[in-house]
């Protein structure tokens, strides 16, 4: 008996150097630093497991789809600079629309205003989402769009005749 517990105090003495050893080069910070958007991703789809595997209820599906979505921008945003935040936040409304959105869809017994709020609040969220393009380099397409769209009004029904 003395000799099993002199190896457990003997391994777990191991393994607090081990774990004192590792946060001390850093490791666990570079973790927290790049991996925990996973902390947001896993959750949401382990939500979508388990409904799928009929272990959770439909509303569940809210929680997951929302969870799922903000991982998967709050990843993008720490992997390519938090700055993306400043023309990716409609995702965030885009998340409880596409929760809605898997909730309306799997339960047909769902309160009636859930799949009207699903598409207001997508379309709200794609309304913002244009927006804020407007607001980045998008409007120099825009501009030249319109100019050629324009000149070829003015240049190209002269030549060809009267009506479309």
Wanted: proline share 4%; hydrophobic share 55%.
């Amino acid at each position: 008996m003395r000799m099993r517990n002199e190896k457990a105090i003997g391994i777990f003495i191991v393994v607090a150097g081990l774990i004192i050893l590792l946060g001390k080069l850093g490791v666990f910070g570079f973790i927290g630093r790049h991996f925990w958007p996973l902390l947001i991703l896993l959750p949401g789809i382990a939500l979508h497991a388990l409904y799928y595997a009929r272990l959770t209820p439909s509303w569940s599906l809210v929680p997951a789809g929302t969870l799922t979505v903000y991982g998967l921008l709050f990843g993008i945003t720490n992997t390519w600079g938090g700055g993306l935040m400043s023309n990716l936040w409609p995702a965030l409304l885009l998340g409880i629309a596409i929760g809605l959105l898997e909730y309306a869809m799997v339960d047909h017994r769902r309160p009636a205003w859930v799949l009207p709020a699903a598409v207001g609040v997508g379309i709200i969220s794609i309304i913002l989402f244009g927006v804020t393009l407007l607001h980045t380099g998008i409007i120099y397409v825009l501009a030249v769009l319109l100019i050629v769209g324009g000149l070829w009004l003015l240049l190209g029904r002269g030549r060809r005749g009267r009506g479309w």
